[in-house]
């Protein structure tokens, strides 16, 4: 007898709905923390700008990282909302193909 296996369409649906939710948990996960990120960021740089100048000049060069790191942390963000999206789009899909499987089978 051949070794040939049956292909599982439901399992195959399920299996890549749950994939694709993992990865959007996964992604969310990552999202909060660099939003929480962003605003202690945020919070730094305006304490920093609100001391006197002479104080500013002292930290001149931590504020500029915090700004650079800041601005990373923006597209980082930016990134990972597009890769949510794209990733929400995915599971919908993935969810009313299943569904259409569903009821091809009834």
Do not use: Y
Request: glycine share 4%.
């Amino acid at each position: 007898m051949p070794d040939i296996q049956i292909f599982d369409a439901a399992g195959f649906f399920n299996q890549k709905i749950a994939e694709v939710e993992q990865n959007l948990i996964g992604k969310k996960a990552e999202l909060e923390i660099l939003l929480a990120n962003r605003r202690n960021l945020e919070s730094s740089i305006d304490t920093l700008g609100s001391l006197p100048p002479d104080h500013q000049r002292a930290i001149l060069q931590e504020l500029v990282t915090l700004k650079e790191v800041l601005s990373a942390t923006l597209r980082a963000i930016s990134g990972l909302e597009s890769e949510i999206e794209l990733l929400a789009g995915k599971l919908a899909a993935l969810q009313a193909a299943r569904d259409l499987l569903e009821l091809r089978a009834e």
